[in-house]
């Protein structure tokens, strides 16, 4: 058995010359002439195989047909690691180099149902990258399709393929490529794209909530773990966002980016000041980058979107103004998101999670939760008594800051707290959504008068607008505070 260590990064088509001219791989050895692959992936017609995550391919090389069994990868942030099993194929399936009881089992069992459901076939050009004496890693740039039920798409890839050296070093000459080239991380394997393809299923968002941690490890793999899911979210979005008119991919990506922030603040006392500082300052730039989008999104599906149906004559014009600013915000999120250099970010960080100290002895995750969450359960209540008095959009708008933080921690450390405290969560989500739609209410204000200083015909219909939501807000803003309370004003508990 041999277990691939790769990371596979996706480009446009039109970007492949110009990946062959980076001086990185301009350089590089090239192991003989491109090669076309004929792949064809096989499965039960109930997709048996694909249910327990194996796979099973042949592929034709000139003359030379290849049988290929793959189990399931585990990937961080793009990086996988899979066993997989290579032989030759002799037109009948052989399955006794298969050393995994479980996979060798499974295809047995099914051996007779087996049927081709999908192909893959591409251009591969091969190259060797020895940055070191110690480091060899292979290059595969791949352009063709994969194609099932009359359905295709475009494969685009580059996959680095460690053969000797670190998941670091691998990181690092992804980096490089990714800095000049428009380069994403990409973790479906073509034969999840196959697979996707033959079931006729659409590329979705990447929705994610916080998944508890394990009690059992230590704080800063608890990190690591939820940091990586993360990453794993910014990269599905991303990679989505630049070709889908989906409003929601954007929104997807701008939580992933936010609760990677909220992660770092949070186990920021174990963490080196130097990442926390960087990795703060990134992400939010990042995030930035998507704002005007996602405020006009919500501005057209949520704050106009009352008044659709509307007799008032005044009012489409109002929303054909806001839809045409929408779209131009989208188009330039799509250039940014498949810019040269938009994936060095997502890369980088892996590379800096891969590379934290872990500290021999650290204290035990259900100490480090109370002591955390006690942490971010002060900090709200501290910005709930600065809302009380002062009333304002700003002091509300930092209670909602405070009181997502204090979530995300509740969900991560699940598992740590008591039964009253694990009942506080959904209702903290309650509570962030009605304060989210307040500062949403806030920021489309300043907007809607630009709309009507730019444009003096739509005056009449934002006043009506801002009349309609103005009802919204007084009654949000005089049950919010009551409800928080509630719900900060008793004293933390954690720990069962």
């Known amino acids: ?15 492949h010359a110009a990946i062959l001219s980076h001086p990185l791989l301009a350089r590089a050895e090239r192991l003989g002439a491109a090669n076309e692959l004929i792949n064809t992936y096989y499965d039960t017609p109930d997709m048996a195989l694909s249910a327990r995550r194996v796979a099973l391919r042949t592929r034709k090389i000139g ?21 997989e099993w290579e ?8 399955f006794s180099a298969v050393d995994a009881e479980a996979p060798r089992k499974l295809l047995e069992v099914h051996r007779d149902a087996i049927v081709p459901l999908f192909t893959t076939n591409f251009r591969r050009q091969t190259l060797l990258l020895t940055p070191s004496a110690d480091v060899r890693v292979l290059v595969m740039i791949d352009s063709g399709e994969v194609s099932a039920n009359g359905r295709s798409e475009a494969i685009s890839e580059l996959e680095l393929e460690l053969e000797h050296g670190s998941a670091d070093d691998l990181l690092a000459i992804a980096s490089e490529l990714a800095a000049s080239l428009p380069l994403l991380p990409y973790d479906p394997s073509k ?30 793999a608890a990190f690591s773990a939820a940091a990586f899911t993360e990453i794993a979210a910014w990269a599905a979005n991303q990679h989505a966002a630049i ?51 996602r405020d006009l999104d919500v501005l057209c599906d949520e704050i106009l979107a009352v008044t659709e149906g509307d007799s008032d004559a005044r009012l489409p014009a109002l929303l054909t103004h806001a839809s045409a600013a929408r779209q131009h915000a989208h188009a ?63 002091a509300l708008h930092a209670l909602r800051i405070a009181t997502r933080r204090l979530r995300l921690g509740q969900e991560l450390f699940a598992a740590t707290l008591d039964k009253k405290q694990a009942a506080t969560t959904n209702s903290l989500a309650e509570l962030q959504a009605d304060l989210g739609h307040l500062h949403d209410l806030a920021l489309a204000m300043p907007r809607l008068a630009d709309f009507s200083r730019s444009r003096p015909e739509l005056t009449e219909a934002v006043a009506f607008v801002v009349g309609w939501q103005a009802a919204t807000s007084l009654q949000l803003r005089r049950a919010i505070l009551p409800r928080c309370r509630k719900l900060l004003g008793k004293k933390h508990t954690a720990g069962k």
């Open 63 to 83: 003359d030379t047909w290849l049988q290929t069994v793959k189990c399931a990868a585990e990937s961080f942030g793009g990086l996988s690691s899979r066993p």
């Open 243 to 293: 070709s889908s008119d989906n409003a929601e991919f954007i929104h997807q990506l701008r939580l992933a980016l936010r609760r990677l922030r909220s992660l770092i603040r949070l186990f920021a006392p174990l963490l080196p000041e130097s990442f926390t500082a960087h990795w703060q300052a990134t992400l939010r730039r990042e995030a930035a980058s998507l704002a005007e989008a």
């Open 1 to 15: 058995m041999a277990r691939e260590i790769e990371l596979k990064l996706a480009f446009a088509p039109a970007a």
């Open 332 to 394: 330039a999120v799509r250039a940014r998101l498949a810019a040269p250099g938009a994936g060095q970010p997502l890369l980088a960080l892996t590379r800096a999670l891969h590379a934290l100290p872990q500290a021999e002895a650290q204290m035990p995750l259900e100490a480090f939760a109370a002591q955390a969450l006690a942490r971010l359960q002060r900090q709200a209540q501290r910005r709930y008594r600065c809302a009380d008095t002062e009333r304002s959009t700003e």
């Open 191 to 220: 034969a999840a794209r196959g697979y996707r393809l033959f079931r006729g299923d659409p590329i979705l968002p990447e929705h994610h909530r916080i998944s508890p941690a394990n009690p059992k490890t230590q704080p800063l």
């Open 87 to 94: 032989q030759h194929f002799t037109g009948e399936f052989d």
